[in-house]
Structures are given as C-alpha cells and as structure tokens.
C-alpha cells in the first residue's frame, strides 16, 4: 500500500501531522488516513505500524489536498448514504480522536473534557469535498445498475416461471454465494408502484415496465437485482386492478410478504385509507396462521443453513400527498407510527408478525417525487440485520417454490366472503365433508405428505354413507384405539367354512387383539346388540376421493360366487358328476379334525370295498373313518365328539361298543367344536346341494351384479381395464380389484393378497397398484388416518 513519497506531494496538508506518533515522533507530515487506525500516518509510520501481521490487510487512502478526515465516533449515522462517514472538524489531542460538529458537542462540551487542547481542520472546502464524493458515488452506483433487467418471476395464476435454483439466480444475475434481502412494494394499482422501485433503486430507469394507461403495467410478480444495496427487488400486481383470479392473485401477494425482509405499502392518497391498514392486518394473522409452520418446516425438509425467519417483515408506509399535510405534522409530540398503531387498533386489526413498520412520508408540491428519504430510510433498515439476515438466492427461491406448492389451486371467486383480503379459504384445503359439509382445516395440498383431512367439529351420522365406525370396547379400556367391521366369517375361518358359519351364526365382530367377540346368532334366542357390549360407535367424517367406509356386510354373495367359480372349474378338470364333486369337496372343507378327509378314503374300513366315482362315502360320526352305507346305517348319540345328545350316524364297530365312553381330550373338544357347527350346517346344505349345483351351469355374468359388493363398479360401467386402458371384449375377460373395486384385465389384477379391511381375510385377486400399498386395516381406512387416504 505504501509507496514513496515526491517532492510535489509533500506541502499539500500542511496543517495534517501524523496522528501515531510510532516512527516519527509526531513531526511529519500525514500522508495517508487508516480507516481501521482511526489516524493520519506519516510515510515512516505507515510503513513500520502495516509491516506487523495483524495490520497488514488495513485499508488505507492516500490524502488529497484539502482532506479532512471523518469523525471517529458517529461513523456517519447521522442521515449520510452508507459508506459516505461525517467529516471531522477538529481533533482532540488529549483523547486523540476526531470529532464532527455534533460529537465534538455531544462528548465535549462539558466537564473536564471541554479544557481539552483541540486541533481545528481547514473546513473552507469541505462542502464542495463532500459534494464532489457524493457525486462520484452516484456516478459509480448508476454505472453498475446499467445493465440491470427485471424478469418475470410468477404469473398471474401463482405458476413461478423459473424452472429451479441454478435458472433463478442466473435470471437475477448475481453470483450464487451472494448474500441478499428481498424488498417488494403493495399497493393500490395506479399508485406508482413500479415507478417508485425504479427512482429509489434504480436512479430512474425503468427496470421495472410503468405505463400512463388505465390498463395496468404490473401483472404477476417481477424481480431484478440491484447491485448497489444487493437485494431482489420485487414488483407486485397492484389491489383493486384484477378481475379476472382475484382471490389467486390476491393470496399471490402474501407469498411475496412471506419471502421478503422489507415492505413498501405505497399510497398516493392524500389521508390513509382503512384498505391499508385491513390489508396489513389481515396480512399478519394469514401470516402467523398459515405460513410461520410452512416456513419452519422448509427450513427443515430443504437443510437450509440459514433458517427462515418466522417473524415476518419490516413495513415502511410511503406516503405522498399533495394537498394535505403529512401524518403526524398537526401533532408535533406524536411520532407517526404511534398514530399508524393507534388506526390499527380501532379497526380491529393487529399487526403482530411484522417485526416494525415506519412511516416515511412527502409532500409533493411540485414534480417530480422526492425519494430520497424513502431510499435512506430503506438503506438503514438494510443493515439491520438482527430479525432477518442476508441468504443466498437459492434459500429465497426454494422458500418460495414451497409455498407455492403448498398454497396453490384454484379458488371460486363466487363461493368467497370477501370480509377478510387474505380469508382462510386462500391457505386451508378446500374439500367438504360428504356427510355433513364441514370444511377440512389442514392447509392445502396436505394429502401430498400424507397427512390426512381433519375436520374442527364433530360429524353427523349419514345412512347414504353409513359413516359410523365401531372400535373395540376392550381394547379402549386397555388404552387402545381399534377398529372394528362386521365379517360374514373370522380370519382363522377357510373361505367355505366362514360361508357355512356365517349361515348358522350370522356376521362376526373380530378384533385384532382380542379374536372375535361378537357373532350376531350365537344363541338361539336373546343376543344383544354390539352396541351395548363389545364395541363403542364413532361417527367420522366422509372425504371426497377417499375410500370410504370398508364393510364386509355384503360380499358373502360374491365369495360365494367365487367358491362356485372355483368349484366349476375344478369339476370340468375331473371329469366327474357335479353333484359328487361338489358334495365331497364341500365335506372336506368344513369336516371335523378327526375325519379322515374323502380324498384319503378309497375302500369302506370294514368291508374292504372300493369305491366308485358316483358311490356315496359316510363319516363315521364317533371314529371319523370312511365308509359304506350298509356299514354305517346305524345311528347313535355321540356327546363326546360335541354332537349333542340327538342320534347320529355311526359305524357298525362304535355302535355296538356304544356303552364304551371314547377316551376325547378337552383340547380335542375345543379344536373340533369350532368345525361341527359348520358340518351341521353342511349336512343341510348337502341335502340341497343337487339344485345348487346346477347353478354352476348358468352363467355367472347373469348373476354377478345382483351379488356384487356396494363398492365394486357396476360390470355395465367397466368398459376398459382401470390400469392399461385396454377395452374389454368376448376374448378380454373383466375382474374386480377387492380392494378398491375397479374393473380390470387379468395381467393388471393377477396379484393375490388379504384385504381383511373388505372382509377378504385370505388372499384375493387385487389389481397392481392396491398390491403396493401398505397393509389394510380396519381402522386406517375407516377413519381416514392410514395409506388409503
């Protein structure tokens, strides 16, 4: 930094010697100023103090005829542009340090520090000095904002029309690492929005599109950078201009609050309006409510290193009048933004998330506007950075991207109460219980985390959607939350022997933890209600799009038509009489655990004799072997094997050993009590099954929709596969997810799994995308809170 010194140099300061006093003993002449010193420095000092380490880096200037050095204590922040400090007048040599005319009376002018000895600097030529830097400061400042261009940054329907980060800061022209605040302007359109970015930023060009029609020159959102104070500056469309979107365009501008650190509310109303005190407070309640939570949670899905403030920005009203008097100036011992506070509180609104809000105001007598104290006033509240820091441009752009993706989609304008400028309808999702019509109060686009709709009041129940959930009496006793469906059968049951008890005993109550704790025909006579034993009733709310109320009441017909399905095809393999194939298929299925199974069973057990395939295979109800009828006529009571008291087919061998009790286990008992209420239903079934089975001859198709659950489509309304959009045809066969219902091919739905929220607790056909999606319970998809939703 130091060079030497010519002769012509030497003589120009004659009334500035060195400050330090290190090398020179304060005899020589100043030569250069160090800012970071606080002194003037001769040559020889300059030399030794700035060859030590720690001083090295020091900016110094070299003194030009006439300098006058600044004052070392404001650090002009007395009103000056930044970087333009107070020139000193004198210098104490007692505490040596230079003092401006204000300091010099504000640390001087008293005590013992008035007897100082003061050193005065030549200050003839100081105006014209400070004049002179001002204007190269100017001159360099409009240089660098030359080449600056504004771009479009969101459209008039919220689509932000960059595409990520990297295409954001390349638009704003500004380096990635560089740290900015955002400044946006609001105002009523025709205020002169635009053009007071232009004249405060821009020392008057138009960056930023003005017009002098009546058609408004701001649509969307615009931004550009501006070099000088490193900000995005941020054009909005103006209030009360659109017609077309306006509740969109309207909630378009709280984004814009939400992202930016400082505000300009422009007015050229000659007395505030009420519209800027309701829109900056209405603008703070949106704010707190929906956007601070949105705000801290970007910080924290995005891994951002400097976190999104919470608290909102500040506010400067800009105020032009013309013939009325500024805020405040009939009022001299009131501040401006005492009265600005007073108005908010009289209308019932509160500004609380805005960090401060200042009045700047002008009175324009004659044109053009005067901005200057506007840009001073901003310039200070820039370098106050202790509520929001500078961020990168990709921290801005990504907080912006997130609160478009959350508060985005259409917004009738006819269904709005424009009692509020930002209402509730603007951020909170926009479905409508089915059954009673209450708004969900989650904010939008909620379901893309997966979090489901929630309702602030309490639902009614509805019979067209029978939304009334059972949950486990037991179950909440212990602490716990289970939902509960009736079944046509319990899951332990095979799908032919849930049919048979289903018949005898009616639907079931089966809870995950606690098995089965209701059947609706146990007894005889006197069951009681569920209601009043073994469940609690909730009554929840229907939501559009989701899956509904998963209730297995009504698919026995149609595992029914399954079990003839699967029943017809394995007959047309074997080759055998219907009536035969059926009959013995069925005995396995809901046979007691003793029976030897019919398949096993080849020739009679005690005469030896084979059997055919049209011959007639008997149980033996005490030992449960396979035999003939003339072998197994007899009948007797069997109570040890849970057959009651009534007479009931036994073999010649147990009947005649009937005086001899059958050595049974209790656990036997237990394991086979559960099948022979099935096998009792069975054997009347059998009795009937020949005009059953000639059902199977008839086409499925014509008896399909009449057995069909209430949540599969129609087959008249399934004309192509739901998946791959093929069309159904003779050669295409149509099959139905049991999961959700829809129509598809065979290759889209040839996945098996159990649907037990459906009542399906053994693997059925579902289609590919139900096979994805986590397991179905009872409880997720009945009261909205699992993957279904």
């Known amino acids: 930094m130091s060079a030497q010194t010519s002769p012509a140099e030497k003589g120009l300061n004659p009334g500035l010697m060195c400050q330090e006093s290190y090398a020179c003993s304060g005899t020589d002449e100043a030569i250069f100023e160090c800012d970071e010193c606080c002194s003037l420095q001769c040559l020889r000092c300059e030399e030794e103090l700035h060859r030590q380490e720690r001083l090295r880096n020091h900016e110094r200037i070299r003194l030009k005829p006439g300098h006058v050095p ?51 600097y030549n200050v003839s030529n100081l105006q014209e000095s400070l004049e002179a830097e001002e204007m190269d400061e100017e001159t360099k400042r409009k240089k660098m904002t030359e080449k600056v261009v504004s771009f479009l940054l969101v459209d008039e329907n919220e689509e932000i029309q960059v595409t990520n980060e990297e295409d954001f800061i390349r638009k704003l022209d500004c380096k990635p690492d560089q740290h900015l605040k955002v400044v946006s302007i609001f105002g009523n359109t025709g205020d002169g929005k635009s053009h007071t ?27 550009a950078y501006d070099p000088v104070h490193k900000v995005a500056v941020i054009d909005t469309e103006g209030l009360l201009g659109a017609t077309v979107n306006l509740s969109q365009r309207t909630r378009l501008l709280l984004k814009v609050l939400a992202i930016s650190d400082l505000v300009i509310y422009r007015t050229h109303a000659d007395r505030l309006h009420n519209d800027l005190f309701k829109f900056l407070g209405d603008a703070s309640e949106a704010y707190l409510k929906h956007f601070t939570k949105e705000l801290k949670a970007t910080t924290a899905r995005c891994g951002l290193d400097v976190p999104l403030s919470t608290l909102g920005p500040a506010v400067i009203i800009f105020h032009e009048t013309v013939h009325t008097q500024l805020l405040g100036s009939d009022h001299p011992s009131e501040v401006p933004e005492k009265l600005i506070q007073d108005r908010f509180r009289k209308l019932g609104r509160f500004p609380e998330a805005f960090s401060s809000i200042h009045y700047k105001g002008t009175r324009t007598y004659n044109p053009p506007t005067d901005f200057s104290g506007l840009r001073r006033a901003l ?140 059947r609706s025909r146990q007894y005889w006579f006197g069951n009681q209600d569920p209601v009043d034993t073994v469940v609690r009733t909730e009554i929840v709310h229907v939501w559009p799009g989701t899956d509904g109320f998963l209730k297995d009441n009504n698919n026995a017909a149609q595992r029914l038509l399954d079990g003839m399905n699967f029943m017809a095809q394995s007959v047309s393999e074997l080759s055998l009489g ?4 059926v009959t013995s298929w069925l005995t396995d299925q809901i046979a007691p655990a003793y029976w030897r199974p019919n398949s096993q069973i080849l020739s009679c057990n005690k005469c030896a004799t084979s059997f055919k395939d049209n011959d007639t295979k008997h149980h033996c109800r005490a030992c449960g072997e396979g035999f003939c009828d003339s072998c197994s006529s007899k009948t007797r009571p069997v109570p040890e094997r849970g057959w009651g008291p009534a007479p009931v087919r036994v073999c010649d061998n147990c009947y005649e050993a009937r005086n001899v009790q059958l050595a049974v286990t209790e656990a036997q008992v237990d394991d086979e009590g559960g099948t022979l209420i099935a096998r009792k239903v069975g054997e009347a079934v059998q009795n009937t099954l020949g005009a059953v ?36 045809s003779i050669k295409l066969s149509k099959h139905h ?52 939703c």
């Open 70 to 120: 600044y004052c070392d204590l404001c650090k002009g922040l007395s009103g000056h542009l930044p970087g333009v400090r107070q020139r000193a007048i004198v210098r104490c040599q007692t505490c040596k340090i230079n003092l401006c005319l204000e300091c010099q009376k504000r640390t001087h002018s008293g005590g013992n520090k008035r007897r100082h000895p003061v050193t005065v």
């Open 197 to 223: 970015l232009n004249h405060t930023f821009f020392y008057g060009r138009e960056v930023f599109k003005t017009s002098p029609t009546q058609e408004s020159c701001t649509v969307g959102v615009w931004a």
């Open 379 to 518: 310039e200070q509240l820039l370098e106050n950075n202790t509520t929001r820091s500078p961020r990168h441009p990709g921290v801005i752009f990504k907080a912006l991207k997130a609160l478009s993706d959350r508060f985005s989609g259409e917004i009738p304008d006819d269904q709005m109460a424009h009692s509020s400028f930002f209402p509730d309808e603007y951020f909170t999702c926009s479905s409508l219980c089915l059954s009673c019509g209450v708004g969900c109060k989650k904010s939008m686009n909620h379901g893309k985390e997966g979090v489901p709709h929630e309702a602030k009041s309490r639902c009614r129940y509805s019979h067209q959607y029978d939304n009334r959930v059972y949950t486990c009496k037991a179950c909440y006793e212990r602490g716990e939350e289970v939902s509960v469906v009736p079944k046509t059968s319990a899951s332990t049951d095979s799908p032919w022997m849930g049919l048979a008890k289903y018949a005898w005993s009616g639907y079931v109550i089966e809870c995950p933890n606690c098995g089965v704790v209701y």
């Open 578 to 581: 219907p009536t035969k194939a």
């Open 693 to 728: 089975v000639t059902a199977i001859d008839i086409p499925l198709g014509l008896v399909k929709d009449a057995a069909r659950p209430a949540y599969w489509v129609p087959d008249h309304e399934i004309l192509h596969c739901h998946n791959c959009r093929k069309e159904f």
């Open 737 to 788: 997810c049991r999961a959700c219902g829809q129509g598809f091919c065979d290759e889209c739905s040839h996945d098996r799994r159990a649907v037990p929220s459906r009542g399906w607790d053994h693997p059925v056909r579902v289609c590919f995308n139900c096979n994805k999606k986590p397991a179905w319970t009872s409880l997720s998809v009945m009261t909205g809170k699992g993957p279904l």
